[in-house]
Nanobody, 118 residues
Framework: QVQLVESGGGLVQPGGSLRLSCVASGFTLEYYAIGWFRQAPGKERAGVSC?????????YYADSVKGRFTISRDNAKNTVYLQMNSLKPEDTAVYYC??????????WGQGTQVTVSS
């Protein structure tokens, strides 16, 4: 079964850190671009970061997270990570990963909740 599973979300204080994981099963993740998106209550889903397939290995970050978030992949674990540092309350959202950078991927995870609050 082809699927993505996100994990690593939780409640963290402003300024804290979390590392999200996106684990693929049923396909080899290194051949795909993987994007992270987030959706806050009452807002549209927005792109956060993306990493190209391993052959190109380029990365993209939304302006709102540049310098704070880092995307990476571990092909041996079929996993893409999103390291999130210096978290702000406005980072609160459900975070999803998918199999492209434009948000039109055919495979999406179920999402993981990130809440930044004191």
């Amino acid at each position: 079964q082809v699927q993505l599973v996100e994990s690593g979300g939780g409640l963290v204080q402003p300024g804290g850190s979390l590392r999200l994981s996106c684990v693929a099963s049923g396909f080899t993740l290194e051949y795909y671009a993987i994007g992270w998106f987030r959706q806050a209550p009452g807002k549209e889903r927005a792109g956060v970061s993306c990493i190209s397939s391993s052959s190109a290995n380029s990365t993209y970050y939304a302006d709102s997270v540049k310098g704070r978030f880092t995307i990476s992949r571990d092909n041996a674990k079929n996993t893409v990570y999103l390291q999130m540092n210096s978290l702000k309350p406005e980072d609160t959202a459900v975070y999803y990963c998918t199999t492209d950078c434009a948000g039109v991927g055919s495979v999406w995870g179920q999402g993981t909740q990130v809440t930044v609050s004191s």
